[in-house]
């Protein structure tokens, strides 16, 4: 240390000055600058655009080592990463890069605290060998590595945009969930000893993935797949399952359960939502098994739809989470459904949204929560989207979150840190990264391309997507939901 003196810390030094340029937001309007100037609209162009700004930033900054987290930010993942599929493992400085870039914004101010995830690596490093290397007895077939490294599966790690790979993979994970009777947690209230039942007792459809709206939406998942792509290998099992489960028989036995009294609240108001957007995407098949169980469905969609119209008028308040008993996330659902199936119900839900959300304003976005696996602020944006016209949405949206095109609240921009997949509500985080994307792309389409804010509602997208695409598979406590969040946000 004597003979090399402040030569050895030097480049740490530098680095971590990038790291505060980075925390400020340098990144992200060098970014917005380059997207206005740079037509980095092919890779030769993102590539030379990256290079020069490397340089410029290299001189203004007296040193490459604050430039690469700068321009990394600015140029190599939104545009060399995200949109043309670069990978950023081959080069040890842009490794570096992309880990600044993923703690920079760390709610908890760890950015810079290097040492603990290092101290985590034996743990994560045993987890990868689990993944690798699974239990004999396990009974679900992993398609994803659960740690985003250079061997994550083809189509999984840096696509954000639905192909049919992906759909090929998450039909095979939904296939082996959604019959799945075990590990379950129900959600049963017993008047006495002779209702002690399992599973498939109370649920003659929906026993599966280890919860009955994880299933309903399991089924969501397949029904929405083998519509967008009808000759996906999967096809002939999710017709045969179509066939065999969701009969007029089994239809009578969900609905047998919900009439007993104390059902009363089963699954409200989250799974009230999923099933019907199951059925509104049932509805959708105009051939096949999804046309028949859309028709045999249907008196279960209606019992729940029922269930929506005896409660809006007695709802006084919205539930503001990030978790199932999130209002504006069922209702934004249920709103798929009510449109072209009863418009009585779409005005109820579209009056009681204006009445729970039209006057919010200056969102602080006081978010994630530890069991998030929604975005309490842009679930809201995303159900007035849906509710509203464009134009209406927009001068609301401009409102709601004036500061947007500038970031703020950057908790909004950045992907949650999942800490422990193996922990079913910390799991949830990735399902709240692929929520947001879901929810970003959805409103950057609805304010149009000329809006301050699209581009960067944009990008934030796909960095979240991005964070979480590896881990869809690994852990049965994400991997039996999280491929429906995924697809939610690829296809938006």
């Known amino acids: 240390m004597d003979s090399v003196g402040w030569a050895a810390i030097l480049p740490q030094m530098l680095a971590s000055l990038g790291a505060v340029f980075l925390a400020a937001g340098v990144g992200e309007h060098v970014g917005l600058l380059f997207g206005e100037y740079v037509p980095a609209d092919t890779r030769t162009m993102a590539v030379v655009a990256y290079c020069v700004g490397m340089a410029l930033f290299t001189i203004v900054m007296g040193n490459a080592f604050a430039a690469f987290p700068v321009m990394t930010a600015a140029v190599g993942l939104p545009i060399l990463v995200h949109q043309f599929g670069g990978n950023p493992r081959g080069c040890r400085r842009c490794r570096h890069a992309c880990w600044l870039l993923r703690h920079a914004d760390d709610p908890n101010g760890r950015q810079l605290q290097r040492r603990a995830s290092e101290l985590a690596r034996p743990a ?17 077939a992993p398609t994803a590595h659960r740690e985003h490294h250079s061997d994550a599966p083809a189509g999984l790690s840096l696509m954000t945009k639905l192909t049919k790979d992906i759909a090929e993979k998450f039909a095979a994970l939904a296939l082996a969930h959604v019959q799945r009777e075990y590990p379950n947690i129900m959600q049963h209230a017993m008047a006495g000893p002779a209702e002690i039942m399992g599973p498939r007792a109370a649920h003659p459809i929906f026993y599966g993935s280890y919860d009955w ?49 104390e059902a009363r609240g089963f699954e409200r108001p989250y799974g009230w939502g999923w099933l ?78 204006i009445a729970w959300y039209g006057a919010d304003r200056d969102a602080q976005a006081w978010e994630p929560s530890q069991d998030d696996f929604l975005s309490p602020t842009l679930m809201e944006a995303e159900c007035m989207r849906r509710l509203f016209a464009p134009a209406a949405f927009a001068a609301w949206f401009n409102d709601f979150l004036p ?30 990264n692929f929520s947001r994307a879901w929810c970003w792309r959805s409103i950057a389409k609805a304010l149009g391309d000329a ?42």
């Open 124 to 140: 994560r490093s045993k987890r990868r060998a689990q993944w690798r290397h699974p239990r004999p007895d396990s009974d679900s």
């Open 403 to 432: 500061d947007a095109t500038g970031g703020t609240p950057a908790s909004l921009f950045s992907p949650a840190r999942v800490s422990d997949r193996t922990d079913g509500k910390i799991a949830h985080l990735d399902g709240l």
């Open 451 to 492: 809006h301050p804010v699209a581009k960067r509602a944009q990008a934030a997208a796909g960095i979240h997507i991005s964070a979480s695409l590896p881990h869809v598979a690994g852990d049965y406590m994400g991997e039996h939901w999280l491929a429906t969040f995924a697809l939610l946000a690829l296809e938006a």
């Open 276 to 353: 019907l957007a199951l059925q509104a995407e049932l509805d959708q098949h105009a051939t096949g098994a999804g046309q028949g169980a859309a028709e045999t469905l249907r008196p279960l969609a209606e019992t729940f739809a029922q269930r929506f119209r005896s409660f809006l008028p007695l709802s006084d308040y919205p539930v503001r989470t990030g978790v199932h008993s999130s209002t504006a996330f069922a209702l934004r659902l249920a709103a798929d459904y009510a449109e072209p199936n009863d418009p009585d119900l779409y005005a109820l839900i579209r009056d009681k949204v």
């Open 213 to 261: 709206h994880s299933c309903v939406h399991g089924y969501w998942l397949l029904a929405r797949l083998v519509r967008r792509y009808p000759d996906l290998s999967a096809a002939p099992q999710i017709v045969k399952l179509f066939n065999e489960q969701i009969t007029a028989a089994n239809v009578e036995g969900e609905i047998a359960y919900l009439v007993r009294p």
